[in-house]
T-cell receptor, first 111, second 115 residues
């Protein structure tokens, strides 16, 4: 069964600190992986997309990594800001066009 | 405004009533998706349209749910005889549907509360 598992379920860090969110997937055959940010009461917004051949991609303070061999991805947030408080959702697409969402990691940034 | 628009933002209804939500996608986008999301969970796929054609429906979409996109532009999602388990955020997303790198643009959702 195609699955996307994220950890931790929730995370609390102080403003200015770095953090890393994890995503493990069993989706096969794999096409691409996106990280989305979802603010409370809003729809998800795409942060990065990575295909099989890409190992890392950055978008400002967000850096995503992908290990297609171990089927793991991470999202690293540098110098966190209060506005980073949100849910971060890992989304994997297979080659049959199925889009599988993880449950997300809820990140809280404290001042 | 060039984003995906959903109305209403919030809907409170009594069990057994019918509700209808509307989604206006980004104007040139030919694909439109409906998802349902409950607290602490990721979005769950309900259905999607390519222009006016409804191409796929999830098993989650019981016969009380119906979606339309009559002119290939806006879409409506109707829930008949609502149940408390229908309480959730209903998200709409649209895209250009351009292959494997398709990017979904989400609206802010309609939060449904069934009392």
């Amino acid at each position: 069964k195609n699955q996307v598992e994220q950890s931790p379920q929730s995370l609390i860090i102080l403003e200015g600190k770095n953090c890393t969110l994890q995503c493990n997937y069993t989706v096969s055959p794999f096409s691409n992986l996106r990280w989305y940010k979802q603010d409370t009461g809003r729809g998800p917004v795409s942060l990065t997309i990575m295909t099989f051949s890409e190992n890392t991609k950055s978008n400002g303070r967000y850096t995503a990594t992908l290990d297609a061999d171990t089927k793991q991805s991470s999202l690293h947030i540098t110098a966190s800001q209060l506005s980073d408080s949100a849910s971060y959702i890992c989304v994997v697409r297979d080659r049959d066009d199925k889009i599988i969402f993880g449950k997300g990691t809820r990140l809280h940034i404290l001042p | 405004d060039t984003g995906v628009s959903q109305n209403p933002r919030h809907k409170i209804t009594k069990r057994g009533q019918n509700v209808t939500f509307r989604c206006d996608p980004i104007s040139e986008h030919n694909r439109l998706y409906w998802y349902r999301q409950t607290l602490g969970q990721g979005p769950e796929f309900l259905t999607y349209f390519q222009n006016e054609a409804q191409l796929e429906k999830s098993r989650l979409l019981s016969d009380r749910f119906s979606a339309e996109r009559p002119k290939g532009s806006f879409s409506t999602l109707e829930i008949q005889r609502t149940e408390q388990g229908d309480s959730a955020m209903y998200l709409c997303a649209s895209s250009l549907g351009t292959g494997q790198n398709e990017k979904l643009f989400f609206g802010s959702g309609t939060q449904l509360s069934v009392l």
